[in-house]
């Protein structure tokens, strides 16, 4: 059997896959199994930022691995240390919960607004108010904040404890605090699953507002507009706000599974011993890689990503059968007048891989890519969306 035949028999069959085989890659250069090349516009969902065997990146993994690759979270380590003390010294958060994936970081997150408002408000004060189109995570927990229906109905019940307002509605907002007992409220500042939407700055000063002014638990989805994605280390930079909790994953690590979750002041305390754990969480080698990560997302770097974002904005923006853009940074979603699909596969055919979010197709290049690579990849895309 073949990859794609054992795959398709041993695998659990919860994803679409594409035709490809990805059998090695430099940068934003994949190779498939068949010899053909691929500028990859995707950096597996927007994860590799610094594309494919980045040789710093996996120089820095390697050293580690080299020493120990796992300790178990009874003992000190220095990645894991070195780590948190970057990202709080970059943030001014005050302390970093480690995990694995978006959906633990989210967990997490969830977990410390509960207890902040069992805490300081009262036992029944736990709803947390998300947005319809967020995508949160497929935990029951996470799932049940993500306020998409589709991904609901097969797994009911959820956890209780969620309300959902619509994306850019004050109003909407301003109901889901004043009718329920909140301990807060979490957000993604672009909605990437649900169709790469990035909210109005009004919508999330008034969500920094409401938090402040009820006393609740400001947290930001930054798992996948996070580490630089956006142009900003973190998307919520753009707008000036203070999150409570900040939660974020993907790129983070550059390929490998690292969940944290950020706490700020107002939380910073929320947690002893006991409280909240995960074997894997804060892995050596998943910390090495991320210190890597973050010590190269310089100011100089960061301003390189909004360079390539305007590039790829210019350059498809009017062209035919493109209708509109959206997004911040290396984070876009393209409005076609094809269907999103017909143009990922036109596309994959001729040795670009891009994604789709909802009916648009989406961008998530990695962070270095060459500015060749990407006009060629454009052009392909130009080619793909041509009536
Ligand atoms: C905003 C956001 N939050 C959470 C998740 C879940 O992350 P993971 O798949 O690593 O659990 C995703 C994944 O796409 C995401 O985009």
């Known amino acids: 059997m073949n990859t794609f035949e054992k795959d398709s028999k041993f695998v659990a069959p919860t994803y679409g896959r594409f035709p490809v085989e990805i059998v090695g890659g430099k940068g934003a250069i994949l190779k498939g199994s068949d010899g053909k090349e691929y500028i990859d516009l995707g950096s597996g969902i927007a994860v590799n930022t610094f594309g494919a065997c980045d040789s710093e990146w996996v120089d820095a993994v390697k050293a580690q691995l080299d020493k120990f690759a796992h300790t178990s979270n009874l003992y000190y380590t220095s990645p894991c240390a070195d780590l948190a003390q970057m990202i709080c010294e970059r943030t001014g958060m005050k302390n970093v919960f480690f995990s694995n994936s978006g959906a633990e970081a989210n967990e997490c997150a969830i977990k410390v607004a509960r207890r902040y408002g069992a805490l300081n408000k009262g036992a029944d004060y736990y709803t947390i108010v998300t947005l319809e189109k967020s995508f949160h995570g497929r935990t029951h927990t996470t799932l049940a904040a993500t306020g998409q229906e589709n991904f609901h109905k097969e797994f009911l019940p959820l956890t209780e404890g969620f309300v959902h307002a619509t994306p850019n509605d004050i109003n909407s907002l301003n109901e889901a605090v004043k009718n329920n007992k909140c301990c807060g409220i979490m957000i993604e500042i672009v909605q990437g699953e649900g169709g790469v939407n990035a909210l109005d700055k009004e919508f999330i000063e008034e969500a920094a507002r409401l938090c402040k002014e009820n006393d609740l638990v400001l947290i930001i989805d930054e798992v996948q507009t996070g580490n630089g994605r956006t142009g900003k280390l973190y998307a919520y930079m753009h ?149």
């Not at 999150?243 to 974020?248: A, I, K, L, Q």
């Not at 035919?320 to 017909?342: C, P, Q, R, Y």
């Open 239 to 387: 707008y000036g706000i203070k999150p409570d909790v900040v939660s974020t994953a993907k790129g983070l690590a550059g390929g490998l599974p690292l969940g944290a979750t950020m706490l700020g002041e107002k939380v910073k305390d929320i947690f002893e011993p006991g409280l909240n754990g995960s074997t894997f969480g804060g892995n050596p080698v998943c910390c090495s890689g991320a210190v890597n990560v973050l010590s190269r997302l310089t100011d100089e770097f960061l301003e390189e990503v909004t360079k390539k974002a305007n590039l790829i904005r210019e350059t498809l923006s009017g062209a035919e059968g493109i209708e509109s853009i959206s997004g911040l940074g290396l984070m876009m979603g393209i409005k076609t007048t094809k269907e999103a699909k017909e143009v990922v596969n036109y596309c994959i055919d001729k040795g670009v891989l891009v994604l789709t979010a909802k009916d648009k197709v989406r961008l998530l290049p990695p962070l270095n890519i060459e500015t060749n690579e990407l006009i060629k990849a454009l052009d392909i895309i130009k080619e793909a969306c041509k009536l």
